[in-house]
């Protein structure tokens, strides 16, 4: 695979030594400037809170679902 095209780009294989350090890419930032950063952070803090709240709910139905005398 390493070398070959993809979607007009160079795949790049190797095996993975735990260093590598990954960047978000910027495509989406270019495209909707400044505001994009700030509607972005809002969006992605949305994201987590609802993630948390779903987190929260399945430890809930997990304790309802125990017996009676049961601890979470």
Same mark, same amino acid.
């Given at each position: 695979m390493n070398g070959? $095209? $993809?979607s007009g780009q160079t795949v790049?294989?190797?095996i993975a030594d735990?260093?590598?350090?990954f960047k978000k890419s910027s495509e989406k930032k270019g495209v909707?400037? =400044?505001e994009g950063d700030?509607?972005?952070k809002e969006e992605e803090?949305?994201? =987590?809170d609802e993630f948390g709240s779903? =987190?929260?709910?399945e430890k809930v139905a997990a304790a309802e679902g125990?017996?009676?005398g049961e601890e979470v």
């Amino acid at each position: 695979m390493n070398g070959r $095209f $993809f979607s007009g780009q160079t795949v790049e294989a190797y095996i993975a030594d735990g260093n590598e350090k990954f960047k978000k890419s910027s495509e989406k930032k270019g495209v909707m400037g =400044l505001e994009g950063d700030e509607n972005e952070k809002e969006e992605e803090g949305k994201r =987590l809170d609802e993630f948390g709240s779903w =987190l929260e709910g399945e430890k809930v139905a997990a304790a309802e679902g125990k017996g009676e005398g049961e601890e979470v």
